[in-house]
């Protein structure tokens, strides 16, 4: 008589490759997106009465793309990479120009007296701009500001705006504010 050879038990292993699953869920990261870097308003409170607010007409720049990826800044048709130093003298005003923004003096805390540009970036594309536009003109909105940035931090702390601690970077930010307004696309005339 043949001698029987003994089965593996193999109930247990349903279980070891569950948790062998549950373990690589939970270890592995996946590639997330990142997108722009936006700080959202606060929500208004819903007891607040709404006021207009009259903005001064130099005080704002429209930018607009159209949906052949055409960008107008101003009145000024332009290509993207003369964006960003329209928008460096349109916010910074360096001869007190009539047509370009306002300067009000704001007292910072920490700081002092800074004059602070009321300038107003106002971004207008259409339906049909591609991606790739929109996301170039909005890089050079953000690296002009950050520049400036840069350029206030520098002659103020000496050090870049990124090797600020978080107390002098809320200076700069205060003394060059990120005032970008977005408007609901819509069809943007070709020029």
């Known amino acids: 008589m043949a001698k ?3 089965e593996i038990n193999s109930s247990s292993t349903a279980d070891i490759a569950f948790l062998l699953l549950c373990y690589f869920l939970m270890t592995t990261t996946m590639g997330s997106q990142l997108g722009l870097s936006r700080r959202l308003p606060p929500m208004p409170d819903p007891n607040q009465k709404v006021q ?3 903005v001064n007409r130099r005080n ?3 930018v607009k793309i159209n949906s052949a990826d ?3 800044a101003g009145s000024e048709p ?3 990479s003369q964006l960003r130093d329209k928008i460096k003298i349109f916010l910074t005003n360096p001869t007190d120009d009539q047509t ?3 300067k009000e003096p704001v007292e910072i805390e920490g700081f002092g007296t800074a004059m602070v540009s009321k300038g107003v970036i106002s971004l207008q594309n259409d339906r049909g701009t591609s991606y790739q536009a929109y996301i ?3 890089n050079e909105l953000v690296k002009a500001i950050n520049e400036l940035r840069d350029e206030f931090s520098q002659a103020n702390f000496g050090k870049k705006y990124a090797s600020l601690d978080e107390e002098k970077q809320e200076i700069v930010r205060k003394a060059v504010p990120q005032n970008i307004s977005e408007a609901e696309p ?3 005339k070709k020029h």
Do not use: G, N
């Open 4 to 6: 029987k050879t003994p």
């Open 52 to 54: 207009d607010q009259k």
């Open 60 to 62: 704002i720049i429209v």
């Open 70 to 72: 055409k960008l107008l």
């Open 78 to 80: 332009m290509d993207v």
């Open 100 to 102: 370009l923004p306002e």
């Open 136 to 138: 170039a003109v909005q």
């Open 186 to 188: 819509k069809d943007v």
